[in-house]
C-alpha cells in the first residue's frame, strides 16, 4: 500500500501490515508523539469496513480529516450538536438544555434547518466535504449550514454509516445516550473502533463523569417551587444541606440515600422537567427556533447527573471548588467502559503512552495483539534528540512539603526558564502544588498559569504573543492534554519541560473505591494501576508535548526523587541520562544541551 507522503517512516508499513491482519481484535498500537499514527490507522481500516475514529477534543478531529483525505477515503466529523447548531449560533447554553430544547423542537417541526433534511439528500452532504479543503470541524459545520441550509449535526451524523471514517469525541463512543442520538439507526458492532490516546481509558473518570454544583441545586429548588412541585423541591433539601457543608477540596463519599438520591426522585425530577420544558415552549411558540433554543432550567443538569448517579458501577462523591461546592457521580470500575469495546466489530488502541501489554490485557481486555513501534522496529526519532535529567534534591512527597521546598521548586522553574530561548512548560502533580510554587514566580514576566477555567485558546494566544512564555499546567488536565505547542512549520514550541513531582493522583475517597473495587478482579496490580501506572502516563504525557516532529529536541527534568524507584522508573520506558543532586550542575548541563543542538 503506497503512502501519500514520499516515503513511509520507519515501521509505518510494517505497522499497517500488522493492523490489517489482526482486524476484528482488539489491538494496541504504541509509537511515540509525531509518528503517524493516525496515517496508519486510516490506511490499516481502508476497505475494510466502517470506522469509527474516536478522539478526546475537537482540537484533534483536523489531523485525522487530513489524513483521510490524503489517503482518499471518504469521512463525516461529529460533535456537540450544540456548537454546530446554526439557530443558536454560539449562544452559551447548558448541553442538557440544548438537547431537551432541541429534540422537543424537533417534535414540533420548529426548526427549519432538521425539516429541509427532508429534501436534501445525503450524497449533497458527502459531495460537499470531499470537495472542500477545510479540516476545521466548526469550519465544516458552518459550510454544510451556510451552502445547504440543513441541520449539520443530523446531517454529519447520517454520513456515517455511508463514510469510510466517521471522526468523533469520546462521548460518541462512551456515552450511550450521546451516541444513539447521533447515530440512531447504526450499531456499534457495525464499526471498526479506533481509539486515539487510548492512555486515557486507564482513568475512568476522564471517559465517564458527572457533576452538580450547589448553584444548580439551589436553583432547582427554586424553580420546581415555582411551578408547582412543591413536594419534589422538598425532596431535594438533604442535597442542598450536604453541598452547604462541603469544605475540602478532595473527593469524600456520600451515599446516594442520605442526600436523596433515589430512581424515584431520578424519576419524579425527570417528568417535572419535560413538563415544565414543554409548557415553555407552548406558551412562548411564538418567538421562534432562534429565541426557544436558548431556554434554560438547572434542572436539566441536575436531570442527567441522576441518570449517572443511580447506576451501579458509579458511587457519590463532594467536593468544594474555588466559589462553591460539587457533587460528583464517577464510575469505580472498568466494566462500562469495557463494554462499549466488546460491542464494536474490532478495536484499535492507539497511544504513545499505552501501558505495558500485562496491564493492559489485566484492565481492558485479555489477549490484545499489542504492537510497539519502537521495540520491533527500532527508535524512531534520535535519541540524543530527548536528555532525560532527574533532579532528586526535591519531592512532592507529603511528608516532605514546606515552603522551603515549595521555594526550591520555584527557584529551578525559574532558572531553567532564564536559560531557554522558547518556552518552558513545568507541570505539576495538582493545583494545590502548582499554587504553592508559583507564588515565588512572581518575577518572571511572560507567564500563564492553569486554573479550572482555563481555555485552550488562551494558551495558544498567550504563546503566539510571547512564544518564551513559561507554561504553568496541572498533569492530566487541559492544557498538558490538549494544547498542541506547535508553531506554523509543525514544529514544537517547548525547549524544557520540567515535570514538578509525581503526578499521582490524589488520595481521596474516590481513589480509595476506586483501588478498593479493582482489588477482586486484579489483585495487587490494582494500587498499581491507580497510582504508579497512572503517575507514569502523566509524565509522559506532559514529556511528549515538548516532541511534535523528526526535528524537536527538548531537555526534560523529572525533579523528584521518587523517579528513581525501580518500578517508576520501569513504566516510564525510558532510559535517564543523569541523575543530578546540584542545580548548578543541571542547568550547566541545559546550556550546554540547548546550544549543542541549536
Same mark, same amino acid.
Given at each position: 500500500?503506497?503512502?501519500?507522503?514520499?516515503?513511509?517512516?520507519?515501521?509505518?508499513?510494517?505497522?499497517? =501490515?500488522?493492523?490489517?491482519?489482526?482486524?476484528?481484535?482488539?489491538? /494496541?498500537?504504541?509509537?511515540?508523539?509525531?509518528?503517524?499514527?493516525?496515517?496508519?490507522?486510516?490506511?490499516?481500516?481502508?476497505?475494510?469496513?466502517?470506522?469509527?475514529?474516536?478522539?478526546?477534543?475537537?482540537?484533534?478531529?483536523?489531523?485525522?480529516?487530513?489524513?483521510?483525505?490524503?489517503? @482518499? #477515503?471518504?469521512?463525516?466529523? %461529529?460533535?456537540?450538536?450544540?456548537?454546530?447548531?446554526?439557530?443558536?449560533?454560539?449562544?452559551?447554553?447548558?448541553?442538557?438544555?440544548?438537547?431537551?430544547?432541541?429534540?422537543?423542537?424537533?417534535?414540533?417541526?420548529?426548526?427549519?434547518?432538521? $425539516?429541509?433534511?427532508?429534501?436534501?439528500?445525503?450524497?449533497?452532504?458527502?459531495?460537499?466535504?470531499?470537495?472542500?479543503?477545510?479540516?476545521?470541524?466548526?469550519?465544516?459545520?458552518?459550510?454544510?449550514?451556510?451552502? &445547504?441550509?440543513?441541520?449539520?449535526?443530523?446531517?454529519?451524523?447520517?454520513? /456515517?454509516?455511508?463514510?469510510?471514517?466517521?471522526?468523533?469525541?469520546?462521548?460518541? !463512543?462512551?456515552?450511550?445516550?450521546?451516541?444513539?442520538?447521533?447515530?440512531?439507526?447504526?450499531?456499534?458492532?457495525?464499526?471498526?473502533?479506533?481509539?486515539?490516546?487510548?492512555?486515557?481509558?486507564?482513568?475512568?473518570?476522564?471517559?465517564?463523569?458527572?457533576?452538580?454544583?450547589?448553584? +444548580?441545586?439551589?436553583?432547582?429548588?427554586?424553580?420546581?417551587? =415555582?411551578?408547582?412541585?412543591?413536594?419534589?423541591?422538598?425532596?431535594?433539601?438533604?442535597?442542598?444541606?450536604? &453541598?452547604?457543608?462541603?469544605? @475540602?477540596?478532595?473527593?469524600?463519599?456520600?451515599?446516594?440515600?442520605? !442526600?436523596?438520591?433515589?430512581?424515584?426522585?431520578?424519576?419524579?425530577?425527570?417528568?417535572?422537567?419535560?413538563?415544565?420544558?414543554? $409548557?415553555?415552549?407552548?406558551?412562548? $411558540?411564538?418567538?421562534?427556533?432562534?429565541?426557544?433554543?436558548?431556554?434554560?432550567?438547572?434542572?436539566?443538569?441536575?436531570?442527567?447527573?441522576?441518570?449517572?448517579?443511580?447506576?451501579?458501577?458509579?458511587?457519590?462523591?463532594?467536593?468544594?471548588?474555588?466559589?462553591?461546592?460539587? &457533587? +460528583?457521580?464517577?464510575?469505580?470500575?472498568?466494566?462500562?467502559?469495557?463494554?462499549?469495546?466488546?460491542?464494536?466489530?474490532?478495536?484499535?488502541?492507539?497511544?504513545?503512552?499505552?501501558?505495558?501489554?500485562?496491564?493492559?490485557?489485566?484492565?481492558?481486555?485479555?489477549?490484545?495483539?499489542?504492537?510497539?513501534?519502537?521495540?520491533?522496529?527500532?527508535? !524512531?526519532?534520535?535519541?540524543?534528540?530527548?536528555?532525560?535529567?532527574?533532579?532528586?534534591?526535591?519531592?512532592?512527597?507529603?511528608?516532605?512539603?514546606?515552603?522551603?521546598?515549595?521555594?526550591?521548586?520555584?527557584?529551578?522553574?525559574?532558572?531553567?526558564?532564564?536559560?531557554?530561548?522558547?518556552?518552558?512548560?513545568?507541570?505539576?502533580?495538582?493545583?494545590?502544588?502548582?499554587?504553592?510554587?508559583? !507564588?515565588?514566580?512572581?518575577?518572571?514576566?511572560?507567564?500563564?498559569?492553569?486554573?479550572?477555567?482555563?481555555?485552550?485558546?488562551?494558551?495558544? =494566544? #498567550?504563546?503566539?504573543?510571547?512564544?518564551?512564555?513559561?507554561?504553568?499546567?496541572?498533569?492530566?488536565?487541559?492544557?498538558?492534554?490538549? %494544547?498542541?505547542?506547535?508553531?506554523?512549520?509543525?514544529?514544537?514550541?517547548?525547549?524544557?519541560?520540567?515535570?514538578? @513531582?509525581?503526578?499521582?493522583?490524589?488520595?481521596?475517597?474516590?481513589?480509595?473505591?476506586?483501588?478498593?473495587?479493582?482489588?477482586?478482579?486484579?489483585?495487587?496490580?490494582?494500587?498499581?494501576?491507580?497510582?504508579?501506572?497512572? /503517575? $507514569?502516563?502523566?509524565?509522559?504525557? /506532559?514529556?511528549?508535548?515538548?516532541?511534535?516532529?523528526?526535528?524537536?529536541?527538548?531537555?526534560?527534568?523529572? #525533579?523528584?526523587?521518587?523517579?528513581?524507584?525501580?518500578?517508576?522508573?520501569?513504566?516510564? @520506558?525510558?532510559?535517564?541520562?543523569?541523575?543530578?543532586?546540584?542545580?548548578?550542575?543541571?542547568?550547566?548541563?541545559?546550556?550546554?544541551?540547548?546550544?549543542?543542538?541549536?
Amino acid at each position: 500500500m503506497p503512502s501519500p507522503y514520499p516515503s513511509f517512516r520507519r515501521g509505518q508499513r510494517e505497522s499497517v =501490515e500488522f493492523i490489517r491482519s489482526n482486524l476484528g481484535g482488539l489491538i /494496541a498500537f504504541k509509537a511515540p508523539t509525531g509518528y503517524g499514527k493516525t496515517l496508519v490507522a486510516v490506511l490499516s481500516h481502508l476497505g475494510r469496513g466502517r470506522v469509527l475514529y474516536a478522539v478526546r477534543t475537537r482540537n484533534e478531529m483536523a489531523p485525522v480529516v487530513r489524513e483521510a483525505r490524503r489517503v @482518499g #477515503a471518504s469521512f463525516t466529523v %461529529v460533535f456537540s450538536g450544540r456548537r454546530m447548531c446554526p439557530v443558536l449560533r454560539g449562544a452559551d447554553v447548558e448541553a442538557e438544555d440544548f438537547w431537551l430544547n432541541c429534540r422537543l423542537l424537533r417534535l414540533k417541526g420548529m426548526c427549519p434547518y432538521y $425539516a429541509n433534511l427532508r429534501s436534501t439528500s445525503l450524497q449533497e452532504v458527502g459531495e460537499l466535504l470531499a470537495g472542500s479543503t477545510l479540516t476545521d470541524p466548526h469550519k465544516l459545520a458552518e459550510a454544510i449550514a451556510r451552502e &445547504l441550509s440543513v441541520c449539520p449535526f443530523f446531517s454529519l451524523a447520517g454520513l /456515517a454509516s455511508r463514510v469510510d471514517v466517521a471522526v468523533v469525541t469520546y462521548p460518541y !463512543v462512551f456515552d450511550d445516550v450521546v451516541y444513539s442520538t447521533a447515530f440512531q439507526d447504526v450499531g456499534l458492532d457495525e464499526f471498526y473502533l479506533v481509539i486515539d490516546e487510548a492512555h486515557t481509558l486507564l482513568n475512568p473518570q476522564s471517559v465517564i463523569s458527572g457533576s452538580v454544583d450547589l448553584t +444548580h441545586v439551589r436553583e432547582s429548588r427554586r424553580e420546581l417551587s =415555582e411551578v408547582g412541585y412543591v413536594e419534589l423541591s422538598e425532596s431535594l433539601r438533604p442535597l442542598e444541606e450536604a &453541598l452547604s457543608r462541603v469544605t @475540602g477540596d478532595r473527593l469524600v463519599r456520600v451515599r446516594r440515600e442520605d !442526600v436523596g438520591i433515589t430512581p424515584d426522585i431520578g424519576r419524579a425530577l425527570e417528568e417535572a422537567l419535560y413538563e415544565v420544558r414543554l $409548557a415553555s415552549l407552548e406558551a412562548l $411558540a411564538g418567538l421562534g427556533a432562534e429565541y426557544l433554543l436558548r431556554l434554560t432550567s438547572p434542572l436539566s443538569r441536575l436531570v442527567k447527573f441522576y441518570s449517572l448517579a443511580l447506576e451501579g458501577f458509579t458511587r457519590v462523591y463532594t467536593q468544594a471548588t474555588y466559589n462553591s461546592a460539587e &457533587l +460528583h457521580a464517577l464510575p469505580v470500575s472498568y466494566e462500562p467502559i469495557r463494554r462499549r469495546l466488546r460491542q464494536a466489530r474490532g478495536v484499535l488502541l492507539m497511544s504513545g503512552t499505552l501501558p505495558p501489554k500485562p496491564i493492559l490485557d489485566r484492565v481492558i481486555s485479555a489477549g490484545s495483539r499489542y504492537l510497539d513501534v519502537e521495540e520491533a522496529y527500532g527508535r !524512531v526519532f534520535p535519541r540524543e534528540k530527548v536528555f532525560y535529567a532527574v533532579y532528586s534534591k526535591l519531592t512532592t512527597s507529603y511528608a516532605y512539603r514546606s515552603t522551603r521546598m515549595f521555594m526550591d521548586y520555584a527557584r529551578l522553574v525559574r532558572e531553567v526558564y532564564r536559560r531557554c530561548g522558547r518556552a518552558v512548560l513545568a507541570v505539576y502533580p495538582s493545583y494545590e502544588v502548582m499554587r504553592e510554587v508559583v !507564588v515565588y514566580l512572581s518575577d518572571v514576566r511572560d507567564v500563564y498559569v492553569e486554573s479550572g477555567r482555563s481555555r485552550i485558546s488562551e494558551v495558544e =494566544e #498567550a504563546l503566539t504573543r510571547e512564544p518564551h512564555t513559561l507554561v504553568n499546567a496541572v498533569a492530566g488536565g487541559k492544557i498538558v492534554e490538549g %494544547v498542541e505547542f506547535r508553531d506554523s512549520s509543525g514544529r514544537s514550541m517547548v525547549d524544557t519541560v520540567v515535570v514538578c @513531582g509525581v503526578p499521582y493522583p490524589q488520595p481521596d475517597d474516590y481513589l480509595e473505591d476506586l483501588r478498593d473495587s479493582l482489588e477482586g478482579e486484579l489483585g495487587s496490580l490494582a494500587k498499581v494501576v491507580t497510582t504508579d501506572m497512572l /503517575a $507514569a502516563i502523566r509524565a509522559s504525557q /506532559a514529556i511528549g508535548r515538548a516532541i511534535r516532529s523528526e526535528e524537536d529536541r527538548a531537555y526534560v527534568v523529572l #525533579a523528584d526523587r521518587r523517579y528513581l524507584k525501580r518500578e517508576l522508573r520501569e513504566l516510564m @520506558g525510558f532510559t535517564y541520562d543523569r541523575v543530578f543532586t546540584d542545580l548548578e550542575e543541571l542547568l550547566r548541563s541545559l546550556s550546554s544541551f540547548l546550544n549543542s543542538n541549536a
